[in-house]
T-cell receptor, first 113, second 114 residues
Framework: EAGVAQSPRYKIIEKRQSVAFWCNPI?????LYWYQQILGQGPKLLIQFQNNGVVDDSQLPKDRFSAERLKGVDSTLKIQPAKLEDSAVYLCASSDNSGNTIYFGEGSWLTVV | SQKIEQNSEALNIQEGKTATLTCNYTNYSPAYLQWYRQDPGRGPVFLLL?????KEKRKERLKVTFDTTLKQSLFHITASQPADSATYLC?????????????FGAGTRLAVHP
């Protein structure tokens, strides 16, 4: 079974530029998550989708971050404009309807300079 | 305030010994708690889930306990091996909003020395 796919794996941008990350969850998984993990910290939930609807975006900095999940499958996370403090790994994850186990992708590493 | 706390200092142990990692939480009443392993440059990988009505769960060399009175979970790796070296994250579902949601601790780095 294919895992959660993410791209790009690495991205370096200057502050105030924009960046987009793409995620393809495990086939059939209704729930998709985007987590931000800063070095030395645990993953922090940014946004959670159930099919193509948002169930939790309470920690998403909506002035600069946006995410969508069209057709309830793939998802993109965009940052515009980026700040230095956005340097982190952006982890996409998915789970089935039980939601008990979350499967993570390898992450997209962002460095803002 | 709500907190999940794991030892921030790395745990160094000798191969063959039992590693014990601690996860304490404050102002949560989770229905279950999970443990994940994260290797450098990789995403977290699910290891074990323990529910609030379970005291202990085992999987091969792994054992997890869950004490809802102490608000603590302990994660044990018996007969540890250098390949067990990684960061271990605990996560809980605050069971709010009617949907499953996982909140993670910062993780504890385990180093097993030959």
């Amino acid at each position: 079974e294919a895992g959660v796919a993410q791209s790009p794996r690495y991205k370096i941008i200057e502050k105030r530029q924009s960046v987009a990350f793409w995620c393809n969850p495990i086939s059939g998984h209704a729930t998709l998550y985007w987590y931000q993990q800063i070095l030395g910290q645990g993953p922090k939930l940014l946004i959670q989708f159930q099919n193509n609807g948002v169930v939790d975006d309470s920690q998403l900095p909506k002035d600069r971050f946006s995410a969508e999940r069209l057709k309830g499958v793939d998802s993109t996370l965009k940052i515009q404009p980026a700040k230095l403090e956005d340097s982190a790994v952006y982890l996409c994850a998915s789970s089935d309807n039980s939601g008990n186990t979350i499967y993570f992708g390898e992450g997209s590493w962002l460095t803002v300079v | 305030s709500q907190k999940i706390e794991q030892n921030s200092e790395a745990l160094n142990i000798q191969e063959g010994k039992t590693a014990t990692l601690t996860c304490n939480y404050t102002n949560y009443s989770p229905a279950y708690l999970q443990w994940y392993r994260q290797d450098p440059g990789r995403g977290p990988v699910f290891l074990l889930l323990i529910r609030e009505n379970e005291k202990e769960k085992r999987k091969e060399r792994l054992k997890v306990t869950f004490d809802t009175t102490l608000k603590q979970s302990l994660f044990h790796i018996t007969a540890s091996q250098p390949a067990d070296s990684a960061t271990y994250l605990c996560a809980l579902d605050p069971f709010s909003g009617g949907y499953n949601k996982l909140i993670f601790g910062a993780g504890t780095r385990l180093a097993v020395h030959p």
